[in-house]
């Protein structure tokens, strides 16, 4: 079973199969229109199949007791297989998601291959800790704390860089010795399913990883709200993600949401203008604005407003728009029509309640699903255009006056993912970076991430964290044992 097959299956301990019932569903490519491959179509009696392969090498296999260096070299050995597949890995993502091959293989796959490696480093590193008791003689008991992986593990990830996606989620899971069913979206799962392969060449026990496609209704809500399941962890919408805290509240399962954004991202009169507009263009053009972190709302200082817009107005249609698999290309297409028509009805809402076009817009309809990067001016913090999330490549250019102010308009929502600020006075920047409501906080700079570095959003936008030692915490639960030294 390789991906350049138009047909593929499930993963279920350790064994390409197809869905029980036979169905498939297609994928298609953004770029063009036309259908690339049939994924299996799972339902609720494969995902049962599925967790119950992890469960079983959770509870009996050899995965979580095996030690601990040995897990480590079978990471680095995936790491490996990344790196040696990595042209094939960006080409196949991105023709399924359409997300720029450039970005794919020049950032998202380097990215890939250091978290393996540095979660690796993890596994030998997972320590508990000597507690003396407070109200105990000193030698009467002896207390400590394991820290052991918290077992079989959902992880829903969605269409938009869907193997770097996988990768943030797989990565802790494995490294803290819990087994996993892992469920792409359907529109995009070619990438995943090629990281699955590699990940069985890798060297690990059967039904450590499961591989399981199909739609959100008919896989993905059996997945989460499975009785064995004993943790979730989800990107994708905060309409899902609240579905998904209801489905397994049933079961009390753990959870960790990295949900959406409405990020701000402001420029002040002192910035080094060539570097800000450059940098916040990329803030919401990355990915064409299929990107959590979307830096969709703009506030310049009202002092350099024109200027600011005049630069937009030269740099928008200088930005390289095409066929994803194309290196130069730096805004690919939407992933489906229909999330095209639901951006371009952000545009339309705007316009009526007053906004207008500064630059693009324009909707390319043949063949492939695109968008020209489209910047609105006249756009008031109340429009729905600068509440609610996009996922596309539009951004509203807004005024501000004072330090005071931007903050206040910057927290004025119900996300709390991202932020960025663009100044030369330090202290200005380090106050920004302290008062936003923002899990991850960008200083001349956007979307700069590392393996090290915990990624993960406030209020609406998400529980927990991923990369860094932080997000192995979700993945571990801590036990307290004492001896009587009577």
């Known amino acids: 079973m390789t991906t350049t097959s138009k047909r593929h299956q499930l993963l279920i301990d350790g064994k390409w199969v197809d869905a029980l019932d036979g169905a498939t569903i297609a994928t298609v490519n953004p770029s ?287 930005i390289a728009i095409g066929d994803s698999s194309q290196r130069d290309v730096l805004v690919g297409p939407m992933i489906s029509d229909q999330q095209r028509s639901k951006v371009v009805s952000f545009v339309d809402g705007a316009l009526e309640q007053g906004a207008d076009v500064l630059v693009g817009g324009a909707t390319v309809r043949e063949p492939g699903y695109f968008l020209e990067p489209t910047v609105l001016r006249g756009v008031t913090d109340t429009m729905t255009v600068a509440r609610d999330e996009i996922f596309g490549p539009v951004v509203s250019v807004m005024p501000f006056d004072d330090e005071a102010e931007v903050i206040a308009r910057a927290n004025n929502t119900t996300f709390g993912l991202a932020a960025g600020v663009w100044t030369s006075n330090v202290g200005r920047a380090h106050r920004y970076a302290e008062a936003v409501n923002a899990g991850a906080v960008w200083i001349n700079c956007y979307n700069v991430f590392d393996a090290a570095l915990p990624f993960g959003g406030f209020k609406h936008s998400g529980w927990g964290k991923e990369m860094g030692g932080e997000a192995l915490d979700s993945y571990l639960q801590s036990k307290a044992i004492t001896v009587s030294m009577a």
């Not at 060297?203 to 009785?227: C, E, I, K, M, R």
Request: charge should be negative; proline fraction near 5%; include cysteine.
């Open 32 to 318: 063009t229109g036309e259908t690339i491959a049939d994924l299996a179509a799972a339902t609720d009696t494969d995902v049962d199949l599925a967790v119950d392969a992890a469960r079983r090498a959770f509870d009996s296999g050899p995965w979580r007791r095996m030690p601990a260096e040995e897990r480590a070299r079978i990471m680095h050995r995936f790491a490996d297989l990344i790196e040696a597949n990595a042209d094939e890995i960006a080409l196949i993502d991105t023709t399924d998601c359409g997300k720029p091959f450039a970005f794919i293989r020049d950032v998202d796959l380097p990215n890939m291959a250091d978290l393996v490696r540095y979660m690796a480093g993890w596994a030998t590193k997972l320590e508990g800790r000597t507690i003396p008791l407070s109200r105990q003689q000193p030698n009467d008991f002896l207390s400590y704390t394991r820290r052991q992986p918290v077992g079989v593990v959902a992880q829903v990830i969605p269409w938009n860089g869907a193997a770097l996606a996988a990768t943030w989620k797989l990565a802790p899971a494995l490294a803290a010795g819990c087994t996993v069913v892992l469920k792409p979206a359907e529109l995009a799962s070619l990438a995943p399913i090629r990281l699955a392969e590699l990940a069985m060449e890798a060297g690990f026990p059967d039904g450590v990883v499961n591989v399981v496609t199909g739609t959100g209704a008919d896989a993905g809500a059996p997945l989460v709200g499975h009785s064995r399941v004993d943790k979730v962890a989800f990107t994708g919408s905060v309409e899902t993600g609240k579905r998904i805290v209801s489905a397994a509240a049933t079961n009390l399962t753990k959870m960790t949401l990295e949900l959406g954004g409405k990020s701000p991202v402001v420029i002040y009169d002192d910035a080094d203008l060539d570097k800000a507009v450059d940098g916040a263009l990329g803030a919401v053009l990355y990915a064409q604005g299929e990107a959590c972190t979307a830096g969709s709302r703009m506030y310049v200082q009202r002092s350099i407003v024109e200027e600011v817009q005049e630069r937009i107005v030269a740099a928008v249609p200088k």
